[in-house]
């Protein structure tokens, strides 16, 4: 893609920038100050001709008996309502990028947002990974290195990175400001989002912003990024030169929300009428404190799907990570809780119950990440302590997370069930936490072939992301659950069986 003119205007476009911990100093952020203030039987690959034809035949009745969804022009059922945003749990997909200045991840140095868009790949603003405005830039001075970053699922966990990666036409505020991350090992239990591949939303389209971000960046202001938050906002034509045929835009004039240092990278969902749809990366605004009133962008993944797609390569479209039900699922039990730890409760317990026949019982914390304003502004320290039948202690405990950080995890194989306790205990500073736990079964048996999020059924969709596996187009992880036998492959047979599902129902487990 060509670039176009950089805007040439008497007002300031802002990053979305990475945010910064208060007790590091940027990273190679020098050259971002002179510019802007802050930027927010055989397989089917050897099989005759006539066994297509079977399939095509199967899949063409599939589409004639179940009823298809027309696209509206805009979003239809986006929640309503990561500023002026509410705390979320409803996102499993919406990632933390946390930042390090080692790559022991023991001096933590800030955070962006991002989404996960396969089992092992993520999608974050390549502002995010690079600290200069350009690719060329970028390819001359290098990206932040993998191992100073991490990934945070509150349903799932970290990850490091392995690789980064930015569009190769990258220019800030002009195209391109999307980056790919692969993971160093494979998410398991949460449903990536799906790309927009459908169509640009149109002008005065409903969407849901996510992120991790600030509510408020005044001079002055608590850092109170960490915490996961869902706003509402209505697309419009775009400002200052920024162009419309690569951006998402929003006025946020107190109404709505709007995104803030620390949501760089987060997505932009539309619902076109099938669900949410990943259709915006946030990029940038035009105010540095995220206040009204202020014009915002995201880059529209439409636009650079190809490059995502061909960057994030066949993980990309993932209807399901590893052998567990995914987040959502009837069996999958979540608990969540949104608290407080103050000067008069340093230390708060939340309750909750793992069922029988749980297998993998995950707890996460994140927290907001300061305390303080001006020159008093620290960074926040809260540490995790998870306990069955008994509140935990600092001394009794059957898992204790204690990282740098207000995130923390603990994971537990096979836990007894019934009570569970979850305790949060301030080393350093007060502010907001979110506590998520998520008790997995294994997955069920009898199977539901080609059922690959775990729902219940099978859908077109899913039929034909079975065939491109057979095809050898698509790997195979994502949607295992074709592969019925486990041999590696999936068959004409299993196809056909995941076709009759479609037509009829699931088994019972």
């Not at 987040?327 to 809780?337: H, I, K, N, R, Y």
Request: glycine share 10%; with cysteine.
């Amino acid at each position: 893609m060509a670039p176009t003119p950089r805007p040439t205007t008497s007002r300031r476009l802002i990053r979305r920038h990475p945010l910064r911990s208060p007790n590091n100093p940027p990273r190679r952020i020098e050259a971002f100050a002179l510019r802007y203030a802050s930027r927010r039987s055989g397989t089917c690959a050897s099989c005759e001709s006539s066994c297509w034809r079977l399939l095509a035949a199967s899949i063409l009745l599939v589409c004639g008996s179940l009823s298809a969804v027309g696209r509206p022009a805009a979003a239809t059922s986006i929640r309503p309502q990561i500023v002026n945003g509410t705390p979320t749990s409803a996102y499993p997909s919406v990632a933390a990028l946390l930042f390090y200045d080692d790559t022991q991840h023991t001096q933590p140095a800030g955070l962006c947002s991002a989404t996960l868009i396969g089992c092992n790949t993520v999608l974050t603003a390549a502002h995010c990974v690079c600290d200069f405005d350009t690719a060329a830039m970028c390819a001359s001075q290098g990206l932040l290195d993998p191992a100073t970053l991490q990934i945070y699922l509150p349903f799932a966990g970290f990850f490091d990175v392995a690789s980064t990666a930015i569009d190769p036409d990258y220019e800030f505020a002009v195209a391109g400001d999307v980056a790919i991350l692969k993971l160093a090992q494979p998410v398991t239990g949460i449903v990536p989002s799906t790309l927009n591949t459908v169509a640009r939303p149109a002008i005065g389209s409903s969407a849901a912003i996510v992120g991790f971000g600030l509510t408020d960046n005044q001079r002055g202001s608590t850092d109170d990024s960490g915490i996961n938050r869902v706003g509402s906002v209505t697309t419009m034509s775009c400002f200052d030169g920024v162009p419309d045929a690569t951006h998402l835009c929003w006025q946020f004039d107190g109404s709505g929300a709007n995104t803030c240092e620390g949501d760089s990278g987060g997505p932009l969902f539309v619902d076109f009428g099938n669900g949410p749809l990943l259709a915006g990366v946030t990029s940038g605004g035009e105010t540095n404190s995220c206040l009204p009133l202020d014009h915002d962008y995201d880059t529209d993944v439409f636009v650079h799907r190809q490059w995502i797609e061909q960057a994030g390569g066949p993980d990309v479209g993932a209807r399901s990570c590893g052998p567990i039900p995914a987040v959502g699922a009837s069996d999958v039990q979540v608990s969540t809780f949104n608290a407080a730890i103050t000067a008069g409760a340093p230390s708060i317990v939340e309750s909750f119950t793992v069922p029988a026949g749980t297998t993998d019982l995950r707890v996460t914390l994140n927290g907001q990440e300061g305390s303080g304003q001006g020159q008093n502004r620290i960074g926040n320290d809260f540490d995790l302590y998870v306990r069955g039948g008994a509140e935990p202690t600092t001394a009794l405990f059957d898992c204790k997370s204690s990282t740098p950080t207000t995130f923390e995890v603990c994971e537990l194989s096979n836990p007894t069930p019934g009570a569970w306790f979850a305790r949060v205990v301030a080393l350093q500073g007060v502010g907001n936490v979110q506590i998520t736990a998520t008790s997995f079964p294994a997955r069920p048996t009898p199977v539901c072939v080609g059922d690959c999020n775990g729902d219940g059924s099978v859908t077109i969709d899913e039929l034909v992301l079975g065939v491109s596996i057979a095809l050898e187009s698509r790997a195979i992880s994502v949607c295992p659950i074709f592969d019925a036998d486990s041999n590696g492959s999936v068959t004409v047979d299993e196809l056909i069986t995941a076709v009759n599902y479609a037509l009829t129902s699931c088994p019972s487990a």
